[in-house]
Antibody, heavy 117, light 112 residues
């Protein structure tokens, strides 16, 4: 069955960097576009970034453009999100999700990023 | 950015009664391929989101048939025919037609 397992979250100071990972299994990783979506504590869902199946297209939310980078390692079946120049407002649970039929169908359990001095 | 506006934001419902959530987009979600890219998600307390509906009205496998989606263009609705206790949570619409992709604010469904 499809499994997505995020890791790499933690507490980090403003301005620092973090790399999140999403280990994918149960499907052919190279066939699917993938998303990152985040959720600040007690708030709604916010779409963050998407990469096409072959990384030929990548898109970002305005709030993270130029600071975050989405990528994938097809040899390891891992999706990454590099978070640079972190701000307190980036504090959230970060979910990875697989795109099926045009929107995120399968979601991981999320990893919590806390940006605080 | 395309703004997704849900209403109501809070929906107290009686068990066994129907419920309806509206979602309106600031731009049409119809794509040139003929599909309309509007999805619905359920997030139960303490859980990850779960997709219920894609492309307006297509129910995902395993989703009870009491959930249905309808609409076109910029106006969409999620209906629950008879609310059950397990339906408590927050429901989000999402558009994947335009970049950046965007979610509605969420509608919290609770039992009266």
């Amino acid at each position: 069955q499809v499994q997505l397992v995020e890791s790499g979250g933690g507490v980090v100071q403003p301005g620092r960097s973090l790399r999140l990972s999403c280990a994918a299994s149960g499907f052919t990783f190279t066939d699917y576009a993938m998303h990152w979506v985040r959720q600040a504590p007690g708030k709604g869902l916010e779409w963050v970034a998407m990469t096409s199946y072959d990384e030929s297209s990548k898109y970002y939310a305005n709030s993270v453009e130029g600071r975050f980078t989405i990528s994938r390692d097809t040899s390891k079946n891992i999706l990454y999100l590099q978070l640079n120049s972190l701000r307190t407002e980036d504090t959230a649970i970060y979910y990875c999700a697989r795109v099926v039929n045009g929107s995120p169908k399968n979601w991981g359990q999320g990893t919590l990023v806390t940006v605080s001095s | 950015d395309v703004v997704m506006t849900q209403s109501p934001l809070s929906l107290p419902v009686t068990l066994g009664q129907p419920a309806s959530i509206s979602c309106r987009s600031s731009q049409s979600l119809l794509y040139t391929d003929g599909n309309t890219y509007l999805s619905w998600f359920q997030q139960r307390p303490g859980q990850s989101p779960r997709r219920l509906i894609y492309k307006v009205s297509n129910r995902d496998s395993g989703v009870p048939d009491r959930f249905s989606g309808s609409g076109s263009g910029t106006d969409f609705t999620l209906r629950i025919s008879r609310v059950e206790a397990e339906d408590v949570g927050v429901y989000y619409c999402m558009q994947t037609r335009h970049w950046p992709q965007t979610f509605g604010q969420g509608t919290k469904v609770e039992i009266k």
